[in-house]
């Protein structure tokens, strides 16, 4: 079965400080994978998505960005984090090249406070 | 666009009640439609779905029909438990073929009491 694994699990970083979030896939090849944002609202922000090996689709103008260096492996990461990135970070997987009515799958997030 | 519309909530019932969580959506062409649970601390997990119309999803006693008349996907379970406590989300997929797929509601706090 497919699995997806998310970590550091919490992660407090000062302002200015690099990031690094890691997220893989097993158990399936050639997913899509997603990063998401969750405010302290509830609502979801999707960040990035992924089609394949170095394939990034931004969706919003922001401090952070993405790889993928490995079919699935998807890298959250920044240079510089602000004080507004702070929140609940979720990566996601679903099937693809199997058309566009499959769910995603969700793994457990990261809790980032930024001091 | 795509657009999910849930109720807005918090909503909080007693143990044994039932529970309608509002979904309306707008989408062009046939798009699959989802329910997602997120638990505190947690992340989301698929509750049930439905790909097309009048397709009933049901799990965990959960169940939400698929209705395009109405462009709806309502929630319901006949008798919530404490453990129900948690964020709901409705989704829905895009028709394009893209993968960035999901759109979502702005989720519905759901509070069971003892």
């Known amino acids: 079965s497919q699995t997806i694994h998310q970590w550091p699990a919490t992660l407090v970083q000062p302002v200015g400080s690099p990031l690094s979030l890691e997220c893989t896939v097993e158990?399936?090849?050639?997913?899509?994978l997603y990063w998401y944002r969750q405010a302290a609202g509830r609502g979801l922000q999707l960040l990035f998505y992924?089609?394949?090996?170095?394939?990034i689709s931004s969706e919003v103008p922001q401090n952070l960005s993405a790889s993928r260096p490995q079919d699935r492996q998807f890298i959250l990461s920044s240079k510089k984090l602000l004080l507004s990135d702070s929140g609940f970070y979720l990566c996601?997987?679903?099937?693809?090249?199997?058309?566009?009515?499959?769910?995603?799958?969700f793994g457990d997030g990261t809790r980032l406070s930024i001091l | 666009g795509n657009s999910v519309t849930q109720m807005e909530g918090p909503v909080t019932l007693s143990e044994e009640a039932f529970l309608t969580i509002n979904c309306t959506y707008t989408?062009?062409?046939?798009?699959?439609l989802f329910w997602y649970v997120q638990y505190p601390g947690e992340g989301l997990q698929l509750l049930l779905k439905?790909?097309?119309?009048?397709d009933k999803g049901s799990n965990k006693g959960f169940e939400a029909t698929y209705r395009k008349e109405t462009t709806s996907f309502h929630l319901e379970k006949g008798s919530v438990q404490v453990s129900d406590s948690a964020v709901y989300f409705c989704?829905?997929?895009?028709?394009?073929?893209?993968?960035?797929?999901?759109?979502f509601g702005s989720g519905t706090q759901l509070t069971v009491l003892p």
């Open positions: 996601a997987w679903s099937a693809g090249r199997t058309g566009n009515r499959q769910p995603q799958h």
């Open positions: 158990g399936t090849s050639n997913p899509n």
């Open positions: 992924s089609v394949g090996i170095g394939q």
């Open positions: 989408a062009t062409g046939y798009p699959s």
């Open positions: 439905a790909t097309k119309a009048d």
């Open positions: 989704a829905l997929s895009e028709t394009s073929g893209s993968a960035r797929q999901l759109t």
